[in-house]
């Protein structure tokens, strides 16, 4: 059902140690394990410039939080949710400089999210590094009322606004960070097919 | 007195109008076009190619517009005279005269203001303040937040006018006082959305860039501005192909100098090894290519099959190139 090679879907990579002033990581749920696996790779003095902010969402319990606070002296920030963690990441960019680098990791929600946060904040693109990790959930924008759908797993799926069911597709906008979803039956509405799970 | 211009590049014959010496070394020139026509809009940032007749010996040298951007009945550059150089410079400082004409090229940018920044940081050394010249007055003009940190040999060239100008945007270093612009302070104090722009001698430029490097600056907000000269060097030999003739290039003179002194029209625009636009496939060559410019990758450089005749050269037993 997806068309390939939509040139605007992300493409993730392994986080980097880049050099900087001040690094600020921000991951979710499995979203922890590119951050440890981080950690094997930065150069001394790396931590103690390191803020991180982690969500546990599906990973709570699984001792995530003891084993990131544990790379830092600063205290590690534990959110309940993504929208909870927001305003949180724009204090730390708030009175940040040129040379700090962001690490992003985790469901696409979180990363989308976070990212437009350091866009906003006047961070450069080439200062964000990305990683997806957990689950394939996606942030669904209805194209027909705009409302924006979180933890899309099936496909299709219904627009939690307006009711219409909507194709998702890979056509992704970096500004809402979110995936497109377009009406599946509009030329003959009922017809669409039954959900399936798409995205776990 | 003209001497017609052997390639396609489109030209405007322009009269000296007006020579100012800036400094002991440096000197100002206005341009005004003979046909009276408006002059081709130009941004902060841009140059053009002087051509001038010098004896036997056509020189084609860049040069920053120093002129405000907007300005369309003259162009202003300034010129530094190097008295070990080619001679270009001396030329425009000793021969070139009010009331003389030259052809000049149409503007090209390779350093333009990136607005998407927040912030711009200048930092010139010497000479290299040209090219900020005419950007300043641009963001003065669009109400940018910029700052200027230049740092010279002496109290000389253009330091009264910018202090007039830019009072507390501008800071001023010495040489002769000992003074260094504060590099490592300075770019671990800007703000996010911050872009830097550097325009210097080669080992300040290096600097620069390696200090930004360093303190996590991404590459995409360092923008700079190297112009070579072309190196000299021993001379030789290099078929042209496509044109099935051999040119001969003198010590003195570059791969693109010689090609055109053939009378092979050849592509460029900032004949400094910068721009890319004279890049020339090799089709075979036995002996070792001397390159010289910062356009091509490392990996082209190595694999042999490209060249950019501006600022290259060659040494061996034969090159032949597809031009």
Not at chain 1, 136 to 160: L, S
Not at chain 1, 164 to 183: E, K, N
Not at chain 2, 1 to 27: C, F, G, N, R
Not at chain 2, 246 to 266: C, F, K, N, P
């Amino acid at each position: 059902m997806l068309v390939e090679g939509i040139k605007s879907r992300p493409i993730y990579h392994p986080l980097e140690p880049k050099p900087g002033s001040r690094h600020i990581l921000v991951a979710d749920a499995e979203g922890a394990e590119a951050i440890l696996e981080l950690a094997t790779k930065t150069p001394d003095g790396f931590w103690d410039k390191a803020r991180i902010l982690y969500i546990p969402r599906s990973a709570v319990g699984k001792g995530y939080e003891e084993r990131l606070q544990a790379l830092t002296p600063f205290p590690l920030y534990v959110g309940p949710t993504i929208a909870a963690a927001i305003p949180r990441l724009t204090k730390e960019l708030s009175d940040a400089q040129m040379g700090t680098q962001i690490y992003l990791a985790g469901t696409e929600g979180l990363v989308g999210q976070a990212m437009i946060v350091a866009l906003e904040a006047g961070v450069d693109q080439g200062s964000i590094q990305r990683d997806h990790r957990g689950s394939e959930a996606r942030r669904v924008q209805c194209v027909h009322c705009k409302g924006i759908t979180e933890e899309v797993t099936t496909q299709p799926v219904k627009c939690t606004h307006c009711g219409l069911m909507l194709l998702v597709r890979d056509h992704y906008s970096r500004r809402i960070g979110a995936f497109q979803g377009v009406c599946i039956d509009a030329e003959q509405p009922g017809t669409a097919p039954e959900p399936e799970e798409a995205f776990l | 007195m003209i001497t017609k211009s052997a390639d396609k590049t489109p030209k405007i014959e322009v009269e000296v109008t007006h020579i100012q010496q800036v400094s002991d070394i440096i000197k100002r020139f206005t341009f005004t076009p003979v046909d009276g026509a408006p002059l081709p809009v130009f941004g902060g940032g841009a140059h053009i190619v002087v051509e001038m007749s010098d004896g036997d010996i056509i020189r084609r040298n860049p040069y920053s517009l120093v002129s405000k951007p907007g300005t369309t009945d003259n162009y202003q550059i300034s010129v530094r005279r190097d008295d070990v150089g080619r001679g270009g410079s001396l030329y425009m400082h000793n021969t070139l005269k009010v009331g003389d004409h030259l052809l000049v090229s149409h503007p090209v940018n390779l350093f333009h203001i990136d607005r998407r920044a927040r912030k711009h940081l200048l930092i010139a050394g010497g000479i290299g303040i040209t090219p900020f010249l005419a950007m300043m007055a641009e963001l003065e003009d669009e109400v940018a937040n910029f700052e200027l940190h230049l740092s010279a040999r002496t109290d000389g060239a253009f330091l009264d006018e910018l202090r007039g100008l830019y009072g507390s945007k501008g800071s001023f270093y010495r040489d002769d006082h000992n003074e260094v612009i504060p590099l490592n302070d300075l770019l671990t104090g800007q703000p996010l959305g911050t872009h830097l722009y550097v325009c210097g001698p080669n080992g300040m430029l290096e600097w620069v860039l390696r200090t930004a490097e360093d303190a996590g600056w991404p590459s995409q907000n360092v923008h700079y501005e190297r112009f070579l000269a072309p190196a000299t060097g021993l001379p030789y030999e290099v078929n042209l192909a496509t044109s099935g003739i051999t040119v001969r290039v003198g010590g003195h003179q570059s791969m693109l100098e010689a090609i055109e002194a053939a009378g092979v029209d050849a592509p460029y625009l900032c004949r400094g090894g910068a721009c890319g636009q004279c890049e020339t496939r090799v089709v075979s060559y036995d002996g070792e290519l001397l390159h010289n410019d910062h356009f091509l990758t490392e990996e082209e450089h190595a694999s042999g099959t490209k060249i950019m005749p501006c600022v290259s050269r060659f040494q061996g037993r034969e090159l032949v190139l597809e031009r």
